[in-house]
Structure formats: structure tokens, C-alpha cells
């Protein structure tokens, strides 16, 4: 190995050339904001009756909470960053055989939801790892205790043996089964079950049919028993761990869901670029590489793709200490898990070197099993920092950036690596519910962090830096959006439909002001997504999309954040579902959305809104044809409802005229009627 200092460049990073028109343009918005909220306590001060009080004041509150997020906003357009790193050099550093051994860990949890064939199609790509198989242990994570995993496991490890030397021969990328080629009820899920852990394949044991050595292959469904509090996804991370550490004990450890497959056998190189990199590893807890999908339609109605979360953000955030940890995709360096950078003399947080897996012949034996199965009990984390300062840590639905965010606050670093080839695949929701509620679920998840003694703007701030604090605050907050996008969805809605003003009158100055405040964030969100290699019609998917979780996922996840909080039990980690029918395939694939697989809350607060919208949009017009002064008074109001209603126009399809399976449930469809008729008679009953 090359001595310190003398290494060749094994990566590179340059900052985003356009950070000082960036900066520039976020003093000239923080001005306007400053003159909105100026100009909102004039109007507060001038109104008439208590009730246009409440009005201005209730816009206040909205715009306080855009302003707030806002500024949150810029820590992650200060200072972006783009990494590049050259594998190629990688021989001159280190040879093969002293490359770090590497430890994957894969969670899955529910049979039904996540085909055990998903499960097993994801191991097989990363043992197709071009990497050293005796330095390559696969663990699987079973939180669903299912015979059908197993068995499907069982069935890989035998056929294993076939395809890995068959992608070696054929120089395939694709290292994926499914993904190559594609171009049972005998099992229940136990409620309390004992820990069962089964090395399937063992690298020097176990051979392919070309007599190259296999992988570590283990299946790991850790005990689990009622009374006991299992953590979702970080406890069985934290098994993994530990289990690992008594087997192969790899300094290296990748995470990964069950759905994300390795679409690159080099992607461990690219992370050894970091790990390996003498000048960064001291302090490098792990090498982010972005979640990326397969299977979203062309125009992502959904925004599923989450570009903001996983592609744009991160690079935000590598500029300080790195982006956050997202749950999958993310090379960690063990000895993260097992305290902070302070807390440990140098040695002990030594960087990831080429030592470091213990005799990895012996992980079938009797004692090394014996160990195994002592950590995988529920009651070993009794009484131990398991879950609080080692480890994943607990107390969020989202344990994946509480990890990070954590990690980041006791010192470590992190950094992003999105090569051009995506390194690994995932499914998304592809069902308009399921993906309403992966993303109520993650915003309870980051409240759970928000309201805790660990609070990013206190804590983080203090702990990790400054933009640090503000990025975690951002995520942590993010519900929040709720609060002025229900009200913007609403108020000057349903004043319209009364024809009380609300805001200057057209092309008065400060009705520019509105114009520039709304015109300047979408251009800039746009020219974003655009720089991110999203188009338009994503773009406006996306920001569609916002504004939907902003009256669905975000509300109705802040009110069971409340309901928790009194005591109201509410349903944990709900797994999101990776198996779509037949039909719902069809419309995603033809861009319609699916309002037909439940009657769910969310459908009812979109269909209100979209009725709101509209009927306001009408009125206002109408009434304004009519007394032409009055349209001056109230284009602000007809703007914003014009705006909605374009958005809205695949729940208005939904509603009125498709006959197919997906449309609107017509009981939602009522109840949105009555709610809306409800929301119009307010006024009458506050006059
Ligand atoms: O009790 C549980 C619940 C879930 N999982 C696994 O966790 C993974 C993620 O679950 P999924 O239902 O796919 O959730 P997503 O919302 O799609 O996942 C995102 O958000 C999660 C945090 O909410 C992160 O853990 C994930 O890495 C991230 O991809 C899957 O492999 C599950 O099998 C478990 O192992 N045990
Ligand atoms: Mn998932």
C-alpha cells in the first residue's frame, strides 16, 4: 500500500459554479420576504373588523412557515458540492486481495409485501460484486420470520453457484437475475418467534460450479417476542450488526433494502475511493450513493422519484459534513456503530484498512453459532447503549436520517457518490395511497425528531454546525408544509367565492412583490430539477406533488404525530407494498392516477380542496365579468385558484367522467362535496 501522503488522487471534489449567483439571489429574497412580512403587519394593524384580522393574521401565520423554510432551504444551496472518483487508481493504492472485506446487510419484512424472490434477486446482485468472495458476506434480515424467504434463500444459494460464474463469463453488468432476464401460501408470519440464523453459503466451504470461491451467504430472522420493543428496521439493523461482528466482522458494511438491487458489480470500488482515501477516512462514517428507481413512468406523476431528497439535497449537504444517511445504498465504516469520533482515542476509529475480517473460515462453527444467536435475542439489548449511542439509533420511524443525523452531531463525516450508471435500483410506490403514505409515515418519523431533546435547531446546530443544524431542521420540519399550503388551499378560496379581497390590488407595487415572491422560488425550484437531469413535465409533476402531500401526507401525518402524543395508538412502520396488480400496472404505466384501491382520508381532503378550488375559481370569475373593479380587487385570489385548479385537473377527470377502475370512489366524492359545502358555510355562521 502507497504510504500516507503519497497517495494518488482517488477522488475528487469541485464546488457548484453557480453558488454566488445563488447567494446573490438569496439576499435579494430575503429582502422581499422581509418587505411581504412588513407589509403583512400593515395590513394587520389596518384591518377593519376582528374578523379580517384573523384573515391577515392567518395568512401571516402561512407565510411565517414559507419564510422559515425557506431560510432552511439555503443551507442547502450555500455551498453544493460534485465528487468524482477513479477507481481505475485504485490498484496503485491497494491490491485486490488487501481491499477491506465487506459485510452487506439486507432487511426484509413482509412476505406479501416484499416478494421473497425481490429479496433473493437483490443478494444475488451484490454477490455478483466484482469483489473478492471470500471477502464478501451477504446477511439477510428476515423481520417477517417467513419459511418462504428461507426457502427461496435456500434455493439461491444453489443456484448461486450457477449464475455468478455465468456473469463473470459473460461480462454482464446487469448482476440481477430479474433484471437479466426479464427483459406460495405454505407459510404464515409468526407473531413471537425464536432467533434463527443459517449460513446458507460459506466462502471457504462452498464453491461454484467453475470452482471459484461463493460468498458468505447468512439468513438471520432475529427472536422477537411480545412485551418486547423491536425497533422496526434499526433493531434488525443492530442485529445484523452484531451478528455479523461474531461471524465476519467486515470494517466495510452496506446497507441495502430488500428492493434495492446492485445495477453495478464495480460500485464497491467507487465507495473504496473514500474509505481508502488516507486524507478523509479518520473521520468518514459512510459513502452515501443516492436512491435511485426503476419502473416510474415517464412523466412521474407520483414524484416518486423524490430528486430533491435524494439527488439534490445530498449535494447540498456535502458541502459541510455530508449528506444524510437514507436507509439503503450507504457503505459504512464499522466503527461508527460503536461510538463517537471524540469519545475514542485515534486508534480506536481507525479508518477502514485492509485488515480487519476476522478468520472468516469459522463462521459455521458451533461456538462462533452459539454467540450469533446470544446477540440475536430481544433481551440482549437490555441495559446496553444499543440503539442510543451505538449502533442505529432509536426513537424515529425514519431511523435512517436519525442515524445520520446523529452520527453527524458526534463528529462524523459522510459524503455523496452518484456515479453516472445508477448503482443501485429500486421500486417506488407506484400507487397513488401507498405513496401518500410512505410519505405520512416519514413525515411522523422526522417530527418524532423535531419534538425531541435532539432537535436539529438546537441540538444539531450546536453539535454538528450550523448548515448542518439547518438541513436536518428542514427534513425534521417538513410536515410543516401543511400549515400554509391548507391554508392557501382554503382561505383566499373561499373569501373569493365572497368577494372579499385579500391582497393588493393588480399591478400596485406590492402586488409585484407577491408576483416576484411566487414567480422567483418556482423558477429557481425549476432551474434546479432541470440542473438535476429532470424535465419539465417531472418538474411540474413534482411540484404537484407538493402541494398534494401538503394537504394529504403532511397534514394528516402531523395529526396522528398529535394523536400519539395523547395517546392515540397509531401503526408503526407500515412496509410499503412492492407488488402492483395487473390493472393498477396499467394505469400507472398510462399516467392515470389511481384513486381506486381504497377510500382513503387523503382522497377526501384532495377531492374538498379541488371542489373549493374550482367552485371559487367560477365564481370569482363570473362575478368578476360582471362588476369589472372588482376583478383588480381580487386577481390575487383568482390566480391562486386558477393555479390550483390546473394542478388539479386529474382529480376533476377523476371525479366527473372516467369509468375505469381507478377513478374516484363515489362515496369520496360525496363526502368531498359535503365537506367542501361545509367549508363555504363557515363565513355564514362567523357573520
Ligand atoms: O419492521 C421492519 C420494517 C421494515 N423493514 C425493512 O425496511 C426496508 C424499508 O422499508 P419500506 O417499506 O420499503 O420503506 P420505504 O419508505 O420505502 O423506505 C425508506 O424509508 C425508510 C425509513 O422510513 C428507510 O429505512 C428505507 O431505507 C428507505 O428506503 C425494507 O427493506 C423493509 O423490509 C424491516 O426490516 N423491519
Ligand atoms: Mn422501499
Same mark, same amino acid.
Given at each position: 500500500m502507497a504510504e500516507e501522503g503519497k497517495q494518488p488522487l482517488l477522488n475528487a471534489v469541485q464546488v457548484d459554479p453557480l453558488v454566488h449567483l445563488n447567494r446573490a439571489h438569496a439576499v435579494l429574497y430575503a429582502c422581499a420576504i422581509l418587505a411581504l412580512l412588513y407589509h403583512r403587519l400593515l395590513s394587520m394593524l389596518g384591518a377593519p373588523t376582528h374578523l379580517s384580522f384573523l384573515l391577515f393574521l392567518s395568512l401571516t401565520i402561512a407565510d411565517l412557515v414559507f419564510a422559515f423554510k425557506w431560510v432552511l432551504t439555503q443551507a442547502f444551496r450555500w455551498r453544493p458540492v460534485r465528487r468524482r472518483e477513479f477507481p481505475e487508481r485504485l490498484a496503485s493504492v491497494a491490491d485486490r486481495k488487501d481491499w477491506p472485506a465487506l459485510d452487506v446487510f439486507i432487511c426484509t419484512a413482509d412476505p406479501y409485501k416484499e416478494p421473497p424472490m425481490t429479496v433473493v434477486n437483490t443478494a444475488l446482485s451484490v454477490m455478483g460484486f466484482d469483489y473478492p468472495a471470500n471477502k464478501l458476506s451477504v446477511y439477510v434480515s428476515d423481520d417477517g420470520g417467513s419459511q418462504l424467504t428461507l426457502?427461496?434463500?435456500?434455493?439461491?444459494?444453489?443456484?448461486?453457484?450457477?449464475?455468478?460464474?455465468?456473469?463473470?463469463?459473460?461480462?454482464?453488468?446487469? !448482476?440481477?437475475?430479474?433484471?437479466?432476464?426479464?427483459?406460495?401460501?405454505?407459510?404464515?408470519?409468526?407473531?413471537? !418467534?425464536?432467533?434463527?440464523?443459517?449460513?446458507?453459503?460459506?466462502?471457504?466451504?462452498?464453491?461454484?460450479?467453475?470452482?471459484n470461491p461463493l460468498p458468505n451467504l447468512i439468513y438471520v430472522s432475529r427472536e422477537k417476542r411480545r412485551n418486547y420493543d423491536h425497533h422496526f428496521k434499526a433493531g434488525a439493523l443492530n442485529v445484523l450488526i452484531r451478528v455479523s461482528g461474531e461471524m465476519s466482522n467486515a470494517p466495510v458494511v452496506l446497507t441495502l433494502d430488500c428492493d434495492m438491487y446492485s445495477n453495478d458489480p464495480q460500485t464497491p470500488q467507487r465507495a473504496l475511493c473514500y474509505l481508502l482515501d488516507h486524507n478523509k477516512n479518520a473521520k468518514l462514517a459512510f459513502v452515501q450513493f443516492p436512491q435511485r428507481f426503476k419502473g416510474i413512468n415517464e412523466h412521474d406523476i407520483y414524484g416518486s422519484e423524490l430528486k430533491r431528497l435524494f439527488q439534490i439535497n445530498p449535494v447540498g449537504m456535502d458541502g459541510f459534513r455530508g449528506p444524510s444517511y437514507v436507509g439503503s445504498g450507504s457503505f459504512f465504516s464499522r466503527c461508527c456503530f460503536h461510538g463517537s469520533t471524540s469519545l475514542l482515542p485515534q486508534q480506536a476509529s481507525q479508518p477502514v484498512d485492509s485488515?480487519?475480517?476476522? !478468520?472468516?473460515?469459522?463462521?459455521?462453527?458451533?461456538?462462533?453459532?452459539?454467540?450469533?444467536?446470544?446477540?440475536?435475542?430481544?433481551?440482549?439489548?437490555?441495559?446496553t447503549k444499543w440503539g442510543y449511542k451505538v449502533g442505529m439509533r432509536y426513537g424515529s420511524l425514519v431511523e435512517d436520517y436519525n442515524t445520520g443525523y446523529r452520527l453527524h452531531c458526534e463528529g462524523w463525516e459522510s459524503v455523496f457518490c452518484n456515479p453516472q450508471r445508477p448503482a443501485f435500483l429500486g421500486d417506488v410506490p407506484t400507487n397513488f395511497s401507498d405513496s401518500l403514505n410512505q410519505t405520512k409515515r416519514w413525515c411522523i418519523g422526522l417530527l418524532e425528531v423535531a419534538f425531541s431533546k435532539y432537535c436539529p435547531l438546537s441540538f444539531g446546530c450546536k453539535r454538528a454546525s450550523l448548515p448542518m443544524g439547518l438541513h436536518y431542521a428542514h427534513y425534521a420540519f417538513w410536515g410543516l408544509w401543511c400549515i400554509p399550503l391548507s391554508i392557501y388551499a382554503i382561505l383566499p378560496q373561499v373569501t373569493l367565492a365572497y368577494g372579499v379581497p385579500l391582497f393588493p390590488k393588480a399591478f400596485e407595487p406590492w402586488w409585484y412583490l407577491y408576483v416576484y415572491l411566487f414567480l422567483a422560488a418556482y423558477a429557481q425550484d425549476l432551474v434546479d430539477f432541470l440542473r438535476a437531469k429532470g424535465t419539465f413535465r417531472q418538474w411540474w409533476n413534482d411540484q404537484r406533488m407538493w402541494m398534494v402531500r401538503g394537504v394529504a401526507s403532511?397534514?394528516?401525518?402531523?395529526?396522528?404525530?398529535?394523536?400519539?402524543?395523547?395517546?392515540?395508538?397509531?401503526?408503526?412502520?407500515?412496509?410499503?407494498?412492492?407488488?402492483?396488480?395487473?390493472?393498477?400496472?396499467?394505469?400507472?404505466?398510462?399516467?392515470?392516477?389511481?384513486?381506486?384501491?381504497?377510500?382513503?382520508?387523503?382522497?377526501?381532503?384532495?377531492?374538498?380542496?379541488?371542489?373549493?378550488?374550482?367552485?371559487s375559481f367560477i365564481v370569482g370569475l363570473v362575478r368578476g365579468m360582471r362588476q369589472g373593479d372588482i376583478l383588480r380587487d381580487v386577481s390575487m385570489q383568482l390566480l391562486i385558484s386558477g393555479f390550483v385548479v390546473v394542478n388539479c385537473w386529474p382529480?376533476?377527470?377523476?371525479?366527473?367522467?372516467? !369509468?375505469?377502475?381507478?377513478?374516484?370512489?363515489?362515496?369520496?366524492?360525496?363526502?368531498s362535496l359535503m365537506l367542501a359545502g361545509a367549508i363555504y358555510s363557515i363565513p355564514y355562521f362567523i357573520l
Open positions: 426457502f427461496a434463500f435456500m434455493e439461491a444459494a444453489r443456484f448461486a453457484r450457477y449464475w455468478l460464474p455465468f456473469c463473470r463469463e459473460n461480462g454482464l453488468v446487469d !448482476r440481477s437475475p430479474e433484471a437479466y432476464f426479464s427483459s406460495s401460501s405454505a407459510t404464515h408470519v409468526l407473531g413471537e !418467534r425464536c432467533e434463527k440464523i443459517k449460513v446458507l453459503l460459506e466462502s471457504s466451504r462452498d464453491a461454484d460450479i467453475a470452482d485488515t480487519g475480517s476476522r !478468520r472468516i473460515n469459522l463462521i459455521s462453527s458451533e461456538a462462533v453459532l452459539a454467540n450469533a444467536h446470544r446477540v440475536a435475542s430481544c433481551s440482549y439489548e437490555h441495559g403532511y397534514l394528516f401525518g402531523v395529526a396522528e404525530f398529535l394523536l400519539q402524543h395523547v395517546g392515540v395508538p397509531t401503526v408503526g412502520f407500515n412496509v410499503t407494498n412492492k407488488v402492483m396488480d395487473g390493472e393498477q400496472t396499467m394505469l400507472y404505466n398510462n399516467r392515470c392516477f389511481d384513486f381506486g384501491a381504497d377510500d382513503s382520508p387523503f382522497f377526501v381532503s384532495l377531492g374538498t380542496v379541488s371542489i373549493v378550488n374550482l367552485t382529480i376533476y377527470e377523476a371525479m366527473a367522467w372516467r !369509468r375505469d377502475a381507478g377513478r374516484m370512489p363515489v362515496m369520496v366524492t360525496k363526502a
